[in-house]
């Protein structure tokens, strides 16, 4: 699948080497060229990249203020800089602020790799996005399941046996408030026999959850 991939480079020379490197490294090109500051902001707003490949100095722009516009739009996509000549301090700095890598210009058969890793790197942090949204959703789905259920229900710390959280049911049928059903153990809370209840308190440790009246 051909990558769509952003250069920011005012050499039209390097422009090309840099592309001639890629597609001989295997690795299939959709590219855009943008010569100056300008061309950079219009092509990122008007479109989305796969990676983004930037020159570290410019006439008018460098990788840094490249990087910081990427970041204002809050785009994730991997941006990797490309140097003549970069100091540690400011290689440093420009993966401080987001950069997935720099490459400097005459270690050039480094780019391929960095450009795979930068890719594989952003999957994992599309997937982990994912995770977390998904988690989140199921979250809201059992909040709103606990919270709105007929039945009396309560979260209990099984270590302490003490109440974490209860639902509004479980209020009305206590009829305490929500702070101070949290006071209370749950053996408060059930007519039972002291046989009974260590018998429940058993199953809570073992399997997590218990239905009792």
């Known amino acids: 699948m051909a990558m769509n991939i952003l250069f920011l480079e005012d050499s039209l020379i390097d422009y090309e080497l840099i592309c001639e490197l890629l597609v ?25 990249f796969d990676l983004i490949v930037s020159d570290y100095q410019l006439p008018d722009y460098n990788a840094f203020d490249a990087l910081h516009h990427r970041n204002e739009l809050e785009i994730d996509t991997p941006f990797i800089c490309v140097s003549g000549s970069i100091g540690e301090e400011s290689a440093i700095d420009l993966l401080k602020n987001g950069a997935a890598d720099y490459v400097l210009k005459d270690r050039m058969s480094r780019l391929p790799f960095a ?57 009305q049928l206590v009829g305490e408030t929500q702070e101070t059903i949290q006071l209370l153990n749950w053996r408060q809370l059930a007519h039972s026999t002291s046989v009974e209840l260590d018998e429940i308190s058993r199953i809570i440790m073992e399997e997590g959850k218990i239905h009792f009246e």
């Open 24 to 48: 001989e490294s295997g690795i299939e090109l959709l590219p855009t060229h943008a010569l100056n500051k300008q061309s950079y902001q219009q092509a990122l707003s008007s479109q989305r």
């Open 115 to 171: 450009i795979r890793k930068a890719l594989e790197e952003a999957n994992e942090r599309h997937e982990r996005r994912h995770m977390q949204q998904e988690l989140e959703k199921s979250e809201a789905k059992f909040r709103h399941l606990f919270e709105n259920h007929v039945a009396a229900k309560v979260l209990i710390d099984p270590e302490t046996g003490y109440v974490v959280e209860a639902n509004e049911a479980a209020v």
